[in-house]
């Protein structure tokens, strides 16, 4: 297999160009296809981060696994982070452990060492761009940094870029200001993670949401948070639909509508949302806006409890306990 730098600097500057992301997917898409590791970490950043492709952070998986079995240390430290916090999938320390173990293998560790050196080649070229006002470079010099440890830097190009509306440099300037201790600023978070939101970036969309509803530095306000959860729900996302269900159910932010807790429910229920199976589960049980249908309900328990949700396995335990001969 052809050397990690051998792919590494030409694909890192062939990137960096003007409008790379919105002109060259079919390219990239081309290339990892052929089994180029770079091109294949690279499509899963489109795909994960909705770069001129709708996003899909199954396909993005998908591409990342791709690469990390080519010993591509990127990807590897990108499935690291998803199977960790579940990042559009359910989470899996074991799978976080495995792929940590492979970045230190010696062939990895080679590979690392070889990455340092490039390092300043691709810092500069980028910087080139960067300068020359290139979003696209700007937002990749500031990644560039921000994995290097030099978070000043990165910090100051990621700015650059929300400035010039990238969306992935907004929605990290927005959470940045939510979540990184010392420079913690609410209302600027929430002005960039707004920013990245209104261009349809959907992290930003639930991180808002969740700010909106339960961040103890605000007061709640619940009709935002109901806005924004519902704007995530409509691009496929699970557990953003499971949540607008329940404010429709609870009548949280919203006119309380049982119909429209049912469909969102059972939107999220049908992609593996355990938590929505289980509600489910009630609403068919207690007829709660719905005809009853013990059946139903049973199914829906079910589905939740071969996932694991303890609820789930006790509500089915207790129904097939009373009710035998269903």
Sequence with gaps: MPRFYNYLIPFLLYIASVNIWANNFSYVKQQASKGNPVAQYTLGIMYQQAKS????????????????????????YALIAIYQYGDGIKA????????????????????LNQQQQSFNQIADFLLEQAIKNNTEAQYLLATLYSGN???EIADYWFLRAAIASDKNAQYYIGVTY??????????????????????????????????????KAFTPDFKKAAYWYERAANQGDAKAQSYIAGMYRDGKGVTPDK????????????????????????????????????????????QGAQQGHVASQLKLQALQTNMPSI
């Design 178 to 215: 939510t979540d990184k201790p010392g420079i913690i600023n609410k209302t600027q978070g929430i002005y960039w993670l707004e920013k990245a939101a209104l261009q349809n970036f959907l992290d930003a969309e639930i991180v808002l949401a969740s700010i909106y509803e339960q961040d």
């Design 92 to 111: 899996s320390p074991k799978d976080a452990v495995y792929w940590h173990k492979r970045t230190t293998e010696p062939r990895s560790l080679i590979l």
């Design 259 to 302: 119909e429209k807790a049912l469909q969102w429910y059972q939107k999220a229920a049908k992609q593996g949302d355990a938590f929505s199976q289980y509600n489910l589960g009630q609403l068919y049980e207690m007829g709660d806006g719905v005809k009853p249908d013990i059946k139903k309900a049973l199914y829906w328990y079910g």
């Design 53 to 76: 492709v709708k996003q899909n952070k199954i396909t993005a998986l998908s591409w990342y696994q791709k690469a990390a079995e080519q010993n591509y240390l990127l990807a590897q």
């Design 149 to 151: 440890k030099n978070e």
